[in-house]
């Protein structure tokens, strides 16, 4: 039994989303092999091979790759399909972009959000905003699943020693072209990678508030910066810092929830973290229910004597 594992990755390195990916597909069993399909992806493929528990590397290298463009991403996926057992994405923007189109080729059903291996043919995965488990089981040859990343370990980075071996570039589909990008800098962790994370909600009451009391605790734990639906959609937070089951999903180390009252979509965002922190003056919130430490008090009185404290 072959496993392939399709690796996020800028060319030049692989994303930690991979590692949690490679991670589930050793707890399924058999032979690990890591996709990555690139342009100018050498150092990528060089970088996946050091993976621990992966066995071969297949480095698919074509300017139609340059930008992970969906439609190609598939076909070269689909064109290798019939020598595993099962195809890994982890579900990120980019994994769920990728493997509808595969499942659909394939004519299998797609599995997704896996957060646990029960068997090759079984896994477990949350519904209903992560407030019930359900166990699905897979009949079909070859199993399309996207990986929750939160609920698998990252596999070492370093120690493997995978052959890399190159393959045969699909075709260009001619479908979709890319035209540009326009991406947020930032000093701070990437939010899905962070293991600090600090994020604030609509109880701040506006931008300047939001940035007054969340960035110095932010600054002063090296954190990333998170925020609530209610506080993205307020225009308090930019869209890409939400956190929840219409956001990022994240699993840090430390999250600290300032103002930040607890709705079930929030909960279904971040309630995998290791320690959670919850500053609230409402007593009733439901964030508590989820909190390891919580502190009712004024987040605006609060906040700063921690800052000062720290």
């Known amino acids: 039994m072959s496993i392939l594992v399709i690796a996020e990755h800028d060319n030049a390195s692989i994303k930690g989303a991979t590692l949690n990916t490679v991670s589930a597909a050793a707890a399924i069993g058999g032979d690990v092999h890591v996709l990555v399909a690139g342009h100018q992806a050498a150092g990528a493929a060089a970088a996946a091979a050091q993976i621990a528990g992966v066995a071969k590397v297949l480095h698919a290298e074509s300017e139609a790759f340059a930008h992970g463009l969906a439609e190609n991403v598939a076909a070269q996926v689909v064109a290798l399909a019939s020598a595993y057992s099962h195809i890994l994405f982890p579900a990120t923007a980019g994994g769920k972009n990728v493997a509808p189109r595969v499942a659909a080729k394939l004519d299998v059903a797609q599995i997704s959000d896996i957060t646990l291996v029960v068997s090759p043919d079984t896994f477990e995965r949350p519904i209903y905003a992560g407030n019930a488990i ?57 939010l899905t990678a962070a293991k600090i994370i600090v994020s604030g909600g609509r109880a701040l009451g506006s931008s300047e508030k939001f940035s007054e009391v ?49 709705a079930i979509q929030h909960l279904a965002g971040m309630k995998d973290s290791k320690v959670i922190v919850a500053i609230n003056k409402d007593p009733e919130a439901p964030i508590f229910s989820v909190a390891d430490y919580g502190l009712e008090a004024d987040l605006f009185v609060a906040v700063p004597e921690l800052v000062q404290s720290l």
């Open 214 to 262: 969340i960035t110095p605790l932010a600054d002063k734990l090296g954190a990333a910066i998170g925020a609530s639906r209610a506080a993205v959609d307020a225009g308090y937070a930019p869209n890409d810092l939400q956190v929840g089951q219409t956001g990022k999903i994240v699993a840090p180390q430390l999250y600290v929830a300032c103002g930040i009252s607890g």
């Open 134 to 190: 359900a166990t699905v089981q897979s009949a079909d040859a070859t199993k399309v699943i996207t990986v929750r990343t939160t609920g698998f370990d990252a596999a070492p980075a370093s120690g493997g020693s995978a052959a890399v071996e190159s393959v045969a570039a699909a075709a260009d589909s001619g479908k979709s072209r890319y035209v540009g990008s326009e991406i947020a800098k930032s000093d701070r962790p990437e």
